[in-house]
Structures are given as structure tokens and as C-alpha cells.
């Protein structure tokens, strides 16, 4: 069995490796229970929701109904449209029996409000609910990624290290180059819990710190030089400068997301970033081995079947709708 679902101590449920599991190696893959895009993320949202939980079999509203969440993220002003609109659809004229239902489905809606996470780029893909992904904890140093593969329709989950057998299975809700409180701060207004994994809380959390603020410098600063450089919108007198000091940042970028474990997309981007500045140099070697590294890397978090194909990746993880097992 490649995970089990599991308590995972002060998280609730969690996932965990059922067997050792191999950086690069999926271990999930899955199409959502249900799914909603934006025009239909109106303010009649619930009444989708309701055909497509109705429309999933005993076995799928089980899986549904077992997910966190958390009352208090359904608005309160659907309150009376969704009572009104289960006392037409099902009939319900007494008082204590349009409660009841209404309780239920409430916790039908904060199950998806909880959970719900963004599954492509376009606007008609929307947001979707995922069984398993939904039960992967949260850690600002993670040991897997997860991203929905537009061609498959599926929410894939890699391991972006070797895995022990029994190790819980964990992926970042928010992005990691932040310094730690402003992770927590983040963590607590969308998720409702704070974080005390290694990077938080461990013995070296003054020394993590400090890479992290560095990273959170420097991500944007690489960013920026890169497209400055791209766009021809640096003086001629200051390229050699830059130049220099592209690559020098590129490497620093690289070993400090290696010194706090970060081996992601992340890692992906600081190899770009490196090969990018060797090319510039016309160091042409060094660039090609560069950028055999970031594709190497590319094939562990999306998948090793899948090629490399260049381009801009995002910089910022949506993670929308996550929410840590309470």
C-alpha cells in the first residue's frame, strides 16, 4: 500500500507512507468528488453543490462528509437563501425538520469551502474537492507536491525526496519563502492553525529564520533582474555588474533552498535562475547543465512521464482552500 490515512498528532487525520516511497514517485492521483467554476461560484453556489453531493454514491458521500471544516466559513447571510431553497426543493414544511436538513447540508457547504482548491488556469476550471489530497497536512519544509495535471484531469501528488516507511506525507499551503511569522499569520486567517513543524518550532528556528527572511529577499530581487535583463531595460554600462551579480544571487538562492530542504518547484526556479545567468555570460556548458538539473527536478514534483517545457512558472502557490485536520 503506497499511504494510509491516519491521526496525525494535533492535526487530526493525515497521510502517511505506507511503504518507502522514492523522490519522483506519485503516490496519488485522483479526479474530484465535485467541482464548481467561477460562474457557477455564485451567489447560489450551494444549489450545484447540492445536485452534485446528491448525485455522488454512498460510498463517495461518505469519503465527502469524513473531510474537515470549519462552520464558521460559510457565510452567515446564505443562511436564510439556503433554508428557503431546501424547503422548495425538498418540500419541507415543518419547522424542526427544515433545521435538521439545513444542518446537514450546512456542513455539506463548509466541507467544500474548507477544501475546495484550485485545479487549473483557466476561469471555466474553477476549484474542485480531492479525497486524498485533502487529507495532506500542511509543513513549511515539505516532502511532496501537489498540482492538478490539466491534460489527465487528475490532482497528483509526488514525493519531492526519499520517504521513509510510516513518514507523514505533507505538502506547503502557502508559499515557503516567507519568513515564519508571517507564514503563521497566513496560516491562521485561511486555515485556522499555526504551524510547528522544524522551520517553525525546531531547535534551529533562529538559524531557519534567518534563511528564510534571505530567501524572501531574494526570490523577488532574481525575479525581477531576470526580466529586467529579458526586456532590455537596464543601461548597457550596468550589464557586466549585473551580470555577475545575477549568477552570484542565483547560486545563493539555490544553496540556501538547499540548506532548509526545500527541493520543490522551488529548487526548479533557482536552477533556471542559474543556468539563465550562465547563458547570458555565454557560458553555454554551465547554462546546459543547469538547466538539466531544473528539468531532472521538474520530473520529480510533476511527474517523471512529463517533459520539460520551459517558461515561467508561478511563483506563488495558490493553495487556496487547504485546510489543516482539525
Same mark, same amino acid.
Given at each position: 500500500?503506497?499511504?494510509?490515512?491516519?491521526?496525525?498528532?494535533?492535526?487530526?487525520?493525515?497521510?502517511?507512507?505506507?511503504?518507502?516511497?522514492?523522490?519522483?514517485?506519485?503516490?496519488?492521483?485522483?479526479?474530484?468528488?465535485?467541482?464548481?467554476?467561477?460562474?457557477?461560484?455564485?451567489?447560489?453556489?450551494?444549489?450545484?453543490?447540492?445536485?452534485?453531493?446528491?448525485?455522488?454514491?454512498?460510498?463517495?458521500?461518505?469519503?465527502?462528509?469524513?473531510?474537515?471544516?470549519?462552520?464558521?466559513?460559510?457565510?452567515?447571510?446564505?443562511?436564510?437563501?439556503?433554508?428557503?431553497?431546501?424547503?422548495?426543493?425538498?418540500?419541507?414544511?415543518?419547522?424542526?425538520?427544515?433545521?435538521?436538513?439545513?444542518?446537514?447540508?450546512?456542513?455539506?457547504?463548509?466541507?467544500?469551502?474548507?477544501?475546495?482548491?484550485?485545479?487549473?488556469?483557466?476561469?471555466?476550471?474553477?476549484?474542485?474537492?480531492?479525497?486524498?489530497?485533502?487529507?495532506?497536512?500542511?509543513?513549511?519544509?515539505?516532502?511532496?507536491?501537489?498540482?492538478?495535471?490539466?491534460?489527465?484531469?487528475?490532482?497528483?501528488?509526488?514525493?519531492?525526496?526519499?520517504?521513509?516507511?510510516?513518514?507523514?506525507?505533507?505538502?506547503?499551503?502557502?508559499?515557503?519563502?516567507?519568513?515564519?511569522?508571517?507564514?503563521?499569520?497566513?496560516?491562521?486567517?485561511?486555515?485556522?492553525?499555526?504551524?510547528?513543524?522544524? @522551520?517553525? %518550532?525546531?531547535? #534551529? $528556528?533562529?538559524?531557519?529564520?534567518? &534563511?528564510?527572511?534571505?530567501?524572501? *529577499? +531574494?526570490?523577488?530581487?532574481?525575479?525581477?533582474?531576470?526580466?529586467?535583463?529579458?526586456?532590455?531595460?537596464?543601461?548597457?554600462?550596468?550589464?557586466?555588474?549585473?551580470?555577475?551579480?545575477?549568477?552570484?544571487?542565483?547560486?545563493?538562492?539555490?544553496?540556501?533552498?538547499?540548506?532548509?530542504?526545500?527541493?520543490?518547484?522551488?529548487?526548479?526556479?533557482?536552477?533556471?535562475?542559474?543556468?539563465?545567468?550562465?547563458?547570458?555570460?555565454?557560458?553555454?556548458?554551465? @547554462?546546459? %547543465?543547469?538547466? #538539466? $538539473?531544473?528539468?531532472?527536478?521538474? &520530473?520529480?514534483?510533476?511527474?517523471? *512521464? +512529463?517533459?520539460?517545457?520551459?517558461?515561467?512558472?508561478?511563483?506563488?502557490?495558490?493553495?487556496?482552500?487547504?485546510?489543516?485536520?482539525?
Amino acid at each position: 500500500m503506497m499511504y494510509w490515512i491516519q491521526p496525525s498528532p494535533g492535526k487530526g487525520m493525515g497521510l502517511f507512507a505506507g511503504r518507502a516511497i522514492r523522490r519522483g514517485e506519485r503516490i496519488s492521483s485522483e479526479t474530484p468528488l465535485c467541482s464548481q467554476t467561477l460562474c457557477e461560484q455564485s451567489e447560489e453556489w450551494y444549489k450545484m453543490l447540492k445536485v452534485q453531493f446528491d448525485g455522488l454514491d454512498p460510498e463517495g458521500q461518505a469519503t465527502y462528509l469524513a473531510l474537515p471544516f470549519r462552520l464558521e466559513l460559510v457565510r452567515r447571510r446564505l443562511y436564510p437563501l439556503v433554508k428557503e431553497y431546501l424547503a422548495d426543493e425538498e418540500g419541507i414544511n415543518d419547522e424542526g425538520a427544515l433545521e435538521e436538513a439545513f444542518r446537514r447540508f450546512l456542513k455539506i457547504m463548509a466541507i467544500f469551502v474548507a477544501n475546495r482548491i484550485v485545479i487549473g488556469s483557466k476561469v471555466e476550471d474553477a476549484f474542485g474537492i480531492f479525497a486524498i489530497r485533502s487529507r495532506i497536512n500542511h509543513s513549511c519544509i515539505p516532502n511532496a507536491s501537489a498540482d492538478f495535471n490539466e491534460k489527465t484531469g487528475h490532482m497528483e501528488v509526488y514525493a519531492v525526496r526519499d520517504l521513509e516507511d510510516g513518514e507523514e506525507i505533507t505538502i506547503s499551503y502557502i508559499d515557503v519563502h516567507f519568513p515564519s511569522g508571517l507564514r503563521n499569520v497566513i496560516l491562521d486567517a485561511a486555515y485556522g492553525f499555526t504551524c510547528d513543524c522544524a @522551520a517553525c %518550532e525546531g531547535p #534551529e $528556528k533562529e538559524v531557519r529564520e534567518e &534563511r528564510r527572511n534571505r530567501l524572501f *529577499e +531574494l526570490q523577488p530581487t532574481l525575479y525581477t533582474m531576470t526580466h529586467r535583463y529579458t526586456y532590455h531595460a537596464v543601461p548597457p554600462t550596468d550589464t557586466l555588474q549585473r551580470n555577475e551579480d545575477g549568477l552570484r544571487l542565483s547560486y545563493e538562492y539555490v544553496a540556501l533552498l538547499k540548506e532548509e530542504g526545500i527541493v520543490g518547484r522551488e529548487l526548479s526556479k533557482g536552477y533556471e535562475y542559474c543556468g539563465f545567468w550562465h547563458l547570458v555570460k555565454h557560458e553555454i556548458q554551465q @547554462a546546459t %547543465e543547469f538547466n #538539466e $538539473k531544473a528539468m531532472e527536478n521538474r &520530473r520529480a514534483w510533476l511527474g517523471r *512521464e +512529463l517533459e520539460f517545457e520551459g517558461g515561467e512558472e508561478g511563483d506563488g502557490d495558490d493553495e487556496e482552500g487547504d485546510d489543516e485536520d482539525e
